[in-house]
């Protein structure tokens, strides 16, 4: 029985061998033709803003910009689910211009009728979060083209590149050369699709949302160039990704200074008390002389020489 069993798993080891073996020379003979995808997609462009860095600090006024293009252009598709009217304090709102913002948000926040039970909507508070724009994920799709508009709140933690990557994708929307669909048919853009090369498939469903400069007008003059559009914005979703950024910062500062002036201290210390003390290790185990002189006793009488 075990010499039939052995049998049957040579054989079947065997058969995997050849499989394997067959596998390998197929592909080195016959490598797949690489993807458009592969060949086509763009790393972000480079992209500095104010945060960056272990001593980066959010600019304010960039911040209230970003949030603008936001709330007139961004906001028609995309929610911000994590984020409440209340926390633009930190973009340096003051108390009644977040109420006004909340209380003019096109988006009104779903309510209980206190007379009847129905359903309603009322105008958002302060302390509410931002509405999405849309009741449900299907009325989300139905209105996109059965794309599901993401939520923004952590776009720039969810994607790899984070700031660099929306920035890179809001402006990288483009044309298609015949030259390119020639050379690559199967990244022709189909009908209903948009060409990017910063999205990793090249084809989104989200077309272009900054279009013309001036398609924002900044309450601070800044001249509202597409560039600038997108920077701004990706700037504010650094924020709402991660609105204690500047705390954060300053702690492991702190902490580092700390650690630094720690191990000083401690090397001081350790010259001061430790540095001409003479160690001594006593031995133990088989170098124990008590322990080598009962293993000779023992080998002695056992008739064991050495």
Same mark, same amino acid.
């Given at each position: 029985?075990?010499?039939?069993?052995?049998?049957?798993?040579?054989?079947?080891?065997?058969?995997?061998?050849?499989?394997?073996?067959?596998?390998?020379?197929?592909?080195?003979?016959? $490598?797949?033709?690489?993807?458009?995808?592969?060949?086509?997609?763009?790393?972000?462009?480079?992209?500095?803003?104010?945060?960056?860095?272990?001593?980066?600090?959010?600019?304010?006024?960039?911040?209230?910009?970003?949030?603008?293009?936001?709330?007139?252009?961004?906001?028609?598709?995309?929610?911000?689910?994590?984020?409440?009217?209340?926390?633009?304090?930190?973009?340096?709102?003051?108390?009644?211009?977040?109420?006004?913002?909340?209380?003019?948000?096109?988006?009104?926040?779903?309510?209980?009728?206190?007379?009847?039970?129905?359903?309603?909507?009322?105008?958002?508070?302060?302390?509410?979060?931002?509405?999405?724009?849309?009741?449900?994920?299907?009325?989300?799709?139905?209105?996109?083209?059965?794309?599901?508009?993401?939520?923004?709140?952590?776009?720039?933690?969810?994607?790899?590149?984070?700031?660099?990557?929306?920035?890179?994708?809001?402006?990288?929307?483009?044309?298609?050369?015949?030259?390119?669909?020639?050379?690559?048919?199967?990244?022709?853009?189909?009908?209903?699709?948009?060409?990017?090369?910063?999205?990793?498939?090249?084809?989104?469903?989200?077309?272009?949302?900054?279009?013309?400069?001036?398609?924002?007008?900044?309450?601070?003059?800044?001249?509202?160039?597409?560039?600038?559009?997108?920077?701004?914005?990706?700037?504010? *979703?650094?924020?709402?990704?991660? $609105?204690?950024?500047?705390?954060?910062?300053?702690?492991?500062?702190?902490?580092?200074?700390?650690?630094?002036?720690?191990?000083? *201290?401690?090397?001081?210390?350790?010259?001061? *008390?430790?540095?001409?003390?003479?160690?001594?290790?006593?031995?133990?185990?088989?170098?124990?002389?008590?322990?080598?002189?009962?293993?000779?006793?023992?080998?002695?009488?056992?008739?064991?020489?050495?």
């Amino acid at each position: 029985m075990r010499f039939i069993l052995g049998f049957i798993g040579a054989v079947f080891a065997g058969v995997l061998l050849i499989s394997l073996i067959t596998g390998l020379a197929t592909y080195f003979a016959n $490598p797949p033709a690489p993807l458009a995808s592969e060949e086509l997609h763009k790393a972000p462009k480079p992209l500095h803003l104010a945060s960056d860095g272990p001593f980066g600090k959010f600019d304010k006024r960039e911040l209230q910009r970003g949030f603008q293009v936001y709330s007139e252009v961004c906001s028609a598709c995309h929610s911000l689910k994590l984020v409440s009217f209340r926390d633009l304090k930190g973009l340096g709102y003051n108390e009644a211009e977040i109420k006004k913002i909340a209380s003019d948000w096109k988006t009104q926040v779903p309510s209980i009728n206190p007379d009847t039970g129905e359903a309603a909507t009322r105008k958002a508070l302060p302390s509410d979060t931002f509405p999405p724009p849309f009741p449900n994920e299907v009325a989300a799709r139905a209105a996109n083209n059965n794309a599901l508009p993401p939520d923004l709140s952590l776009i720039t933690k969810a994607r790899e590149g984070g700031a660099a990557y929306v920035y890179s994708l809001l402006t990288g929307f483009q044309n298609q050369s015949p030259e390119l669909v020639k050379e690559h048919p199967d990244a022709k853009t189909p009908p209903g699709l948009h060409y990017n090369p910063y999205f990793p498939n090249l084809n989104i469903a989200m077309p272009p949302p900054l279009t013309t400069a001036g398609q924002v007008t900044y309450a601070d003059g800044t001249p509202s160039t597409v560039d600038q559009m997108a920077k701004d914005v990706a700037a504010f *979703l650094v924020w709402t990704a991660e $609105p204690n950024l500047e705390n954060r910062h300053a702690a492991g500062l702190a902490v580092v200074i700390f650690l630094l002036f720690a191990t000083v *201290l401690g090397y001081f210390a350790y010259r001061q *008390l430790w540095y001409d003390v003479k160690r001594s290790v006593r031995p133990t185990g088989p170098l124990d002389p008590v322990n080598q002189a009962k293993t000779r006793r023992a080998k002695a009488d056992a008739g064991i020489a050495g």
